[in-house]
């Protein structure tokens, strides 16, 4: 019986090894050292052609993802050594400085971001959440409303902010009569809407089926269904969603140029004055020529990159608890 | 505990006599949309009795028991000619509220289905919905101990109820819903994904609560309708001759469906010789 008739498995069974010596060597070639072994049957052979695809694709792969890091890496470092380096207890409460003038700090545009986001967020927070839960439970699947709703809102996730920015300056600014921390909240809260209404319901849709017929067998409403079961089971979701939403809010600059603009002073009415962000303070200090500002656009963007880390852990430690929807066994 | 559903039935309608079933379960047709799904099949459910539904697959059996406690209502373009009366009183009448008929009416399903909550909340879930005014940790204790669990968990009643084995979490799903007492355990071949000892447990469990409640289960596993149940119906469908309509071909006392069945078709099911 020779090895190189057999498929598969059987040269694995010892009655089927060619006794020692047996010239049963057929798959490659042999060193010295083994010679008076007999090969194994399923040898790798490092000149067969797969194993030379295997191992340049292998390099392949790992030289472009090691080159898609540079640029993140280097935006990371520089950003942590230039901003690291401006941490101190007046950039958090110090004004922007004036133009030449040394020191100062973002205490202004820190807070304004704050004020922006949570503007934003209690504008869109509840719309996005209605909306997402009566997408996937109220609304039947095949009603035109839903059908419209869900399609407007992916067209939306897609909007140049820039839009909502245009859009939020001719309803919110020009009707005002003002820039404000209001037009910059409601800005904001068009871009967070539509990804706020899809994650919500994507998270509603992947609550099994299981577990709403047993709500509604024990003889639960369907407000009960879904405001003690669904919601619950879908919560770490929806929140991944929110935080997503909030840390695209928080970066954004193009909608904030037509609605809050700028402010070089705390935030005053939230109605009728601008209000500072760190968005737009990188946006103007990057491009002067005041050692002063460009630091402190720095320490700006430093603030961005770990409020963006911040959400992103959040996210983790709440989808880590949040209890599995899947059986045990 | 009483609900108002309770309360109404409570008093059989006049017409009544003490012999009569529980449930009187009449359908004519049901449909889902066009479809017809299930026809001519009337069983009666004794009370404190379990009943056992068996017959092969897609035969209608399921939603038969779903029709008891109006599950069917959750499924688009459902539609029922005949009538479920419970105690006399018709639950598809038009004036009936489906949540208060589910609240009497407790269902265990196929898949174990505990809610991503502790053990406690799970069982006391149906106490929350009813807003029970009495003890609720003793209530999840005696439901807890009625379904053959209490040992098991009471040192860790605020764990997950996920975190119970496949066994134990069909316990526990029957825990919760004897907690809130309904008079009729509607039951969805519950052993199903279940190994043999687990299934060997709930089958001694079901003829434990039997004492208290009147139990009817779907299951796919003939020797276990003949070990727990009092009655049994047998549901066929020919789907070899392209029949998609399951209908009931035979109701009596279980042994003497089994040892001497009046239909040649159930004869030949109780042989093996089709499933």
Redesign the interface.
């Given at each position: 019986m020779t090895i190189s008739s057999q498929p598969f498995g059987h040269g694995l069974d010892p009655g089927t090894e060619p006794a020692q010596g047996t010239p049963g060597r057929k798959l490659g070639e042999s060193s010295p050292s083994d010679q008076n072994k007999p090969p194994h049957p399923f040898r790798r052979d490092l000149t067969q052609g797969r194993f030379l695809i295997d191992s340049g694709l292998t390099i392949l792969a790992l030289t472009l993802t090691f080159l898609a890091l540079v640029p993140l890496v280097s935006v990371l470092a520089l950003v942590l050594a230039r901003g690291g380096s401006m941490l101190s207890l007046e950039l958090f409460t110090d004004l922007p400085p004036a133009a030449g003038m040394p020191g100062g700090g973002l205490g202004n545009a820190l807070l304004g971001t704050l004020i922006l986001v949570t503007i934003a967020s209690a504008l869109a927070v509840p719309i996005g959440l209605m909306a997402g839960i009566y997408l996937a439970e109220v609304a039947?699947p095949e009603s035109s409303i839903a059908t419209v709703v869900s399609f407007a809102a992916k067209v939306l996730s897609g909007l140049p902010s820039i839009l909502a920015g245009v859009f939020a300056f001719a309803v919110v600014v020009l009707t005002t009569g003002s820039f404000s921390a209001w037009a910059g909240g409601v800005a904001l809260a068009i871009l967070m809407i539509p990804v706020i209404t899809l994650t919500t319901a994507e998270a509603l849709r992947a609550v099994?089926r299981?577990?709403r017929?047993?709500?509604?067998?024990?003889?639960?409403?369907r407000t009960?269904t879904i405001l003690?079961?669904v919601l619950?089971?879908a919560s770490s979701g929806i929140f991944t969603g929110i935080m997503l939403a909030v840390s695209r809010a928080a970066g954004e600059t193009a909608p904030l140029l037509f609605t809050a603009l700028f402010f070089d002073y705390w935030p005053e009415a939230p109605f009728t004055t601008p209000i500072a962000s760190l968005a737009v303070l990188i946006y103007n200090f990057s491009g002067v020529p005041y050692p002063s500002q460009i630091d402190i656009a720095w320490a700006a963007s430093l603030i961005l990159v770990v409020a963006a880390l911040i959400a992103n852990i959040a996210v983790r430690v709440v989808a880590a608890q949040a209890?599995?929807?899947?059986?045990?066994? | 505990m009483s609900t108002p559903l309770q309360d109404a039935l409570g008093t059989p309608a006049s017409s009544q006599t003490t012999t009569a079933p529980l449930i009187n379960c009449a359908i004519d047709r049901l449909y889902y949309g066009d479809f017809l799904a299930v026809r001519d099949s009337h069983v009666p459910i004794t009370k404190g009795t379990i009943t056992a539904f068996i017959g092969p697959s897609g035969c209608g059996k399921s939603t038969v028991l779903r029709c008891l406690?109006r599950?069917n209502d959750?499924i688009?373009g459902f539609r029922l000619e005949g009538q479920v009366l419970l105690n006399g009183h018709d639950i598809y009448a038009p004036e009936v509220d489906p949540?208060?008929?589910?609240?009497?009416i407790?269902?265990v399903?196929q898949?174990?289905?505990?809610?991503?909550?502790s053990i406690a909340k799970n069982v006391g879930?149906?106490l929350?919905?009813?807003r029970f005014k009495g003890n609720h940790q003793e209530r999840i204790r005696e439901s807890l101990e009625a379904a053959a669990l209490w040992d098991e968990v009471k040192d860790k009643l605020h764990s997950?109820g996920?975190?119970?084995?496949?066994g134990q979490?069909q316990r526990l799903?029957i825990a919760?819903?004897i907690a809130?007492c309904p008079e009729i355990l509607l039951m969805d071949e519950p052993c199903s994904a279940l190994d043999p000892i687990a299934t060997k447990k709930i089958e001694d469990l079901m003829l434990e609560l039997k004492k208290d409640y009147t139990i009817v289960i779907v299951t796919h596993n003939m020797d276990q309708a003949r070990r727990v149940a009092d009655y049994t119906a047998f549901f066929y469908v020919d789907t070899t001759q392209g029949g998609r309509t399951g209908h009931l071909i035979e109701y009596g006392p279980t042994y003497q469906l089994f040892e001497n069945p009046l239909h040649e078709t159930t004869a030949r099911y109780i042989r093996g010789e089709f499933s």
């Open positions: 039947s099994p299981k577990l017929e047993a709500a509604v067998g024990m003889g639960a409403t009960q003690q079961v619950p089971t209890p599995s929807t899947q059986t045990r066994r | 406690n599950m959750l688009r949540v208060a008929v589910r609240r009497t407790g269902m399903f898949q174990p289905n505990p809610f991503a909550m879930f149906g929350r919905l009813n997950s996920l975190s119970l084995s496949g979490q799903c919760r819903a809130t």
